[in-house]
């Protein structure tokens, strides 16, 4: 008897549109892009405004080149949704033993492997239709994420801290907006990038508490697992390596009082997540690990009127 499939995954914004009014042939491929679960562009799309605002305030500018933050969105929709259309691909096998994850296209047989790839190709082409808007420095910078993203599935089968991967990718970011400012990198960019290295380990721990003990049937390692009952520690040790290092990056780019305000609110809300952590509450961990698009966006609302303060 073919098993039911859940008109909507668990982690999947209750009532979005991708559920409720699109074609139902579509709806399939959405949940390959992770459409119904848009956190994940907006944390991909994070570190790319935190990097063009940078750029912006050593650069003297009023605010960050909107044209290049409006590239890095539609970059980032289509690329998270590629990446997620990847890891599912890999994770295809795995995906039917975690309850979390089996009604996801592929494992469920909504989706064809051949048609996953089509749909991998033709998220791929819009990326780099967006990446050749830049200029060559960018381009190739962003080439160069290509086999972090590409390694990243496979590693959950063998490294414990998986996270640290899945951060080299999800934080990349941070050195496109500098890139395509200035054609060229340097230590304020590089800092931030290991800020949001930093980051993003801390918030994907969270996100995996949700599954530990399906990982741990399954054989799936994480980060989650590692800390284990020390998971507060570990989070708060990511944190506030997050926060030097951003703070590092600041005082790099010759950053004004606005923007290290912003770095303490960030850092205020970082707290209260780690205050918060409850590792038998996988409800919980999903809403705090959703609040870090609220804590990205007060830091780059920060940055933003940072430059607007000194240009005036």
């Not at 080299?168 to 960019?189: C, I, K, T, Y």
């Not at 990038?193 to 508490?209: E, P």
């Amino acid at each position: 008897m073919e098993r039911p499939v859940a008109s909507s995954l668990p982690d999947a914004v209750q009532g979005h549109w991708a559920d409720r009014w699109a074609p139902a042939s579509l709806r399939p491929y959405l949940r390959l892009a992770r459409i119904e679960r848009p956190i994940g562009w907006w944390l991909l799309l994070l570190p790319c405004w935190w990097s063009a605002a940078l750029a912006a305030i050593a650069a003297g500018q009023p605010w960050p080149n909107p044209i290049h933050c409006i590239l890095f969105l539609i970059g980032a929709v289509a690329m998270r949704g590629a990446g997620c259309t990847y890891n599912d691909i890999v994770d295809r096998d795995l995906d039917t033993r975690v309850e979390r994850t089996r009604d996801r296209p592929l494992p469920s047989g909504q989706v064809s492997l051949k048609q996953a790839l089509a749909f991998l190709a033709l998220q791929g082409l819009v990326g780099l239709a967006v990446l050749l808007q830049f200029n060559a420095f960018a381009i190739l910078t962003g080439l160069a994420s290509l086999g972090i993203v590409a390694l990243y599935p496979f590693m959950k089968r063998f490294f414990w801290m998986p996270q640290i991967v899945l951060g080299l990718a999800f934080a990349w970011g941070a050195l496109m907006g500098w890139a395509a400012a200035f054609g060229s990198l340097g230590w304020a960019p590089v800092l931030l990038y290991l800020g949001s290295i930093a980051w993003v380990v801390g918030y994907d721990t969270i996100y995996a508490l949700q599954d530990i003990e399906d990982d741990e049937i399954a054989g799936i390692k994480s980060s989650a697992r590692f800390f284990g009952e020390r998971v507060k520690l570990g989070v708060g040790l990511c944190y506030g390596l997050t926060l030097a290092f951003i703070g590092a990056a600041f005082t790099a780019a010759d950053a004004g009082p606005v923007a290290f305000v912003g770095l303490a609110l960030f850092a205020a809300h970082l707290a209260w997540q780690v205050v918060r952590i409850d590792r038998n509450d996988g409800a919980g961990a999903l809403r705090l690990f959703r609040s870090n698009r609220d804590a990205g966006l007060v830091l780059f609302a920060a940055m933003t009127l940072d430059c607007l303060v000194r240009f005036a």
